[in-house]
């Protein structure tokens, strides 16, 4: 059971050269978003999906291509997919969700867009910028769409250069807790 977790760590490891594109690594980035989290004693599968919410950046471009069946290049397909297949929902759902709960941010809280990074700004116009009101009403309907937007809010938080963050074994007891079971 626990053999998926230490191939995430395989990745991880493997990955962990991988630029973000905001002063930090992707691991790192998803460490720092796990500390808030932690930080703010939420439960274990929202912990659990911090870590992994950009996992579908360590899945591509891997030799064996674990991504494949998503090639669409949307990261948190790629990974939702996967995870999906090894973690309950309340893990996979929020990871699949981080970016739509960016749209949705920006139209329900008019201070949230001026805390977005540049690169965090110019990927909103690709992703079809704020939801309007149609959007707002659909995404709260969605399943786990609160933790979606939590999670939004430590991704944002995990851009820290230099902060320093336990390794990602640190969060094995939330992943573990959080598999299918
Ligand atoms: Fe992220």
Redesign the pocket.
């Given at each position: 059971m626990s053999e998926i977790i230490d191939r995430i760590f395989d990745i991880w490891q493997r990955q962990s050269h991988l630029d973000y594109g905001e002063a930090v690594t992707t691991v790192e980035?998803?460490l720092q978003?796990a500390v808030f989290a932690e930080r703010d004693g939420v439960h274990d599968t929202l912990i659990a999906a911090t870590v992994l919410?950009?996992i579908g950046h360590l899945l591509h471009g891997l030799p064996e291509d674990i991504a494949e069946q998503g090639v669409d290049g949307l990261h948190e397909e790629v990974g939702a997919n996967w995870l999906a297949q090894h973690f309950v929902a309340a893990v996979s759902e929020p990871a699949r969700l981080?970016v739509p709960a960016k749209r949705y941010l920006c139209a329900v809280e008019p201070t949230y867009f001026d805390t977005l990074s540049p690169s965090s700004v110019q990927s909103l116009k690709l992703q079809g910028g704020p939801f309007n009101d149609d959007e707002v009403a659909d995404f709260e309907r969605l399943d786990h769409w609160q933790d979606a937007v939590q999670l939004r809010r430590y991704?944002d938080m995990?851009k820290v250069p230099g902060m320093v963050t336990p390794e990602v074994q640190h969060y094995r007891p939330q992943l573990v807790a959080s598999l299918i079971p």
């Open positions: 980035h998803m978003g919410h950009d981080h991704d995990g």
